[in-house]
């Protein structure tokens, strides 16, 4: 399994990035998909999921500004990430996801053995 993450960078508030996932070894159209993000290397939150009959579900905190798509026949993701704040600011992972979204404050991190190198996202204020 390999997935590698692009399109982050620095961008001020209020300003728009999108995201991609791009994955080999893996059939997309097999799992749950999702996007999450750690910062300062403490726990790796959800940010948004796409399941495989495409329900979405998104954190509380970016509900309304950003948005979670999957091209199943490209073995791609996005999130388009839009209205930005300083608080978004993090390392941005692709991974799959499972049946059951856990409370705002778990870590992920444990629930998969790979992770890809992530994508930094830095919103100045």
């Known amino acids: 399994v390999q997935l590698v993450e692009s399109g982050g960078g620095l961008m001020q508030a209020g300003g728009s990035l999108r995201l991609s996932c791009a994955g080999s070894g893996i059939r997309f159209n097999s799992y749950n998909m999702a996007w999450y993000r750690q910062v300062n290397g403490n726990r790796r939150e959800l940010v948004a999921l796409?399941?495989?009959?495409?329900?979405?579900f998104y954190t509380d905190s970016v509900k309304g500004r950003f948005t979670i798509a999957r091209d199943n026949a490209k073995n791609m993701m996005y999130l388009q990430m839009n209205s930005l704040k300083p608080e978004d600011t993090a390392v941005y992972y692709c991974?799959?996801?499972?049946?059951?979204?856990?409370?705002?404050?778990?870590?992920?991190?444990?629930?998969?053995?790979?992770w890809g190198q992530g994508t930094q996202v830095t919103v100045s204020s």
């Open positions: 796409i399941s495989r009959a495409g329900t979405i």
């Open positions: 991974n799959r996801a499972g049946n059951q979204v856990h409370p705002p404050e778990y870590d992920y991190t444990n629930d998969y053995t790979y």
